[in-house]
């Protein structure tokens, strides 16, 4: 679920903002590259945090329940 949202909210805002940064990036002249979204180091947080706490949720409560 976190990567189809996170797909759908990259694609809506490459849609809408695309083609005006562009026009904007050309008029103020060479600046170096447009900004990027930064969706892809969204989704590697939130499954990274996923995973971790699939992994260390049930470690804790085994910990809790031995002791």
Not at 24 to 51: D, M, Y
């Amino acid at each position: 679920m976190i990567l189809r949202t996170a797909a759908l909210a990259a694609r809506r805002i490459r849609l809408a903002t695309s083609a005006p940064s562009r026009l904007l990036w050309e008029s103020v002249g060479w600046c170096g590259e447009p900004p990027k979204g930064q969706t892809r180091t969204f989704v590697i947080l939130a499954v990274t945090l996923t995973l971790v706490a699939w992994i260390l949720v049930p470690i804790l409560f085994a910990v809790a329940s031995v002791t």
